[in-house]
């Protein structure tokens, strides 16, 4: 009997243990994950183009479209029509100021390409208008296409050759990246970026590695904005908010994952 007694303590004991656990071990973390996947915004899911259109336009060139979920620029689609117009897109959907931006891309060999944020509409282009995360095939680009005339311009001593400020991941012709951090993946694999722009400090990322970063308006920052590359483009970069913007380059590109975080 007392056997049985001591018995039906401890099993007592052991449920009374369970029924005082902590709160907070049984739901903190699905909450948190929860939260955590609520922040980000998906400008595109694979599955739809809402909210994408060209630069300066109320629809997308012609160029543009899904293909086995992924955002692609098809350069022969984009031949088809006798269009003249710019073919660069934006997600005008909603202007961003601080944010953390995410996105997954692809291109061929000697492809190029970019991401723009900060855009405003009313010029020529964002290039001129908005900073750039550089996309291009560093290893094969200047095999393929004559660079002298546009580099002799900035006095390169070597302007046969792809410029540190043109190569992926560089902020264009402003922020070189750190090449012994850049793990960039062959022509046709896919390649992860992402771009942390706040007042205090921007980070371009590649690969999950960091390649670069800044202070926007800076003293440093405005004696490279007036280096000579953006003399005959005197808003670019002063934008604190705008559209996220995704060029063509007259090469195939592919894009994934599209997503942004407001910080």
Known sequence: MNKLLKLAMVLLLIAACKNTAPKSEETTTPQNETTETSE??????????????????????????????TLTFDTELGLEQNYTGGKDILYGAEEF????????????????????????????????????????????????????????QFGAEHPELLQDWQKTGADYAMHVADESQKQLNPVMEWNSSKIVFTPEKVEHWLNGKKL?????????????????????????????TGYIALQDHASPIWFRNIKIKKL
């Open 212 to 240: 670069l970063e800044f202070v926007p308006w800076s003293e440093e920052w405005q004696a490279k904005k007036n280096s000579g590359k953006w003399d005959n483009a005197p808003d670019y970069g002063k934008f604190k």
């Open 40 to 69: 980000w915004i998906y400008l595109f899911d694979g599955t739809s183009l809402e909210g994408w259109r060209g630069y300066n336009m109320d629809s997308l060139p012609p160029g543009w479209t899904i293909k086995d979920s």
């Open 97 to 152: 100021d601080n944010f953390e931006l995410y996105l997954e891309w692809k291109i061929p060999e000697g492809g190029n390409s970019g991401i723009f944020y900060h855009v405003k509409e009313g010029y020529d282009g964002p290039p001129v208008v908005a900073p750039e995360y550089q996309l291009i095939d560093d290893e094969n680009y200047a095999n393929i296409h004559d660079l002298v005339g546009y580099n002799s």
